[in-house]
């Protein structure tokens, strides 16, 4: 996938709100390509309602990949900055999308900050490689299984496999690379607290 990593006004400081805006932007692209790469290998989705539930279920996700990513580099105020920012970015987009394509007058995000808190807290659980900088392989089954449970009856079982071996290694590509240029400053901006 490619997504653009390098900051328009070079010289100047970025805050901890535009880093997490923009993972929050690339997390959101990801999940959307993560369900049409779905629907192309021909898994079942029959519902904008269910192809959301599979949004939520990547982006909680990825927020729970982000926050292992920079835990290295930043202080532990820093960080929970960084994904508290970038959590309500994604629910903000998240009730906007279901409000669009579902119905208005409802309030999505509580479920969606409700399923994130909750595999966050999975999440946290599972073992993580940070030589290889990766979640390791019950971090990628449980998420599998979460996307597995969201998706239609047709082909369920191989849905979990698909998310370990491609799917997983696929967005985890672009939101490293996210993270190596907008958030750890490897592009020319400076980087401000």
């Known amino acids: 996938m490619r997504i653009r990593t390098k900051w328009h006004n070079k010289g100047r400081e970025v805050s ?32 904008q309602s269910q192809r959301l539930d599979v949004i939520s279920e990547v982006l909680a ?4 990949v982000s926050d292992r990513l920079v835990s290295e580099q ?16 994604l629910a903000n987009t998240y009730q906007e999308n279901c409000e669009d394509l579902i119905a208005r007058e409802t309030d999505y995000k509580a479920g969606f900050i409700e399923t994130m808190n909750q595999r966050l807290n999975a999440y946290a659980e599972c073992g993580w490689n940070s030589e ?10 449980d998420f599998g299984d979460c996307i597995s449970q969201q998706m239609g ?4 079982k191989w849905i979990t496999e698909h998310i370990i071996e491609i799917e997983v290694p696929e967005a985890m590509e672009t939101l490293k690379k996210a993270k190596y240029e907008m958030v750890d400053g490897r592009s020319t901006a400076r980087l401000g607290n």
């Open 153 to 156: 009856e047709k082909d369920n």
């Open 61 to 64: 996700f990825l927020v729970s």
């Open 16 to 47: 901890i709100e535009e880093k997490a805006n923009t993972l929050a932007f690339i997390s959101w692209r990801i999940a959307m390509k993560l369900v049409l790469n779905l629907e192309n290998e021909n898994f079942q989705t029959d519902t």
């Open 132 to 141: 290889k900088e990766e979640p390791g392989f019950q971090y990628k089954r």
């Open 74 to 89: 930043m202080e532990e105020d820093e960080r929970r900055e960084l994904i508290t920012h970038m959590a309500l970015k």
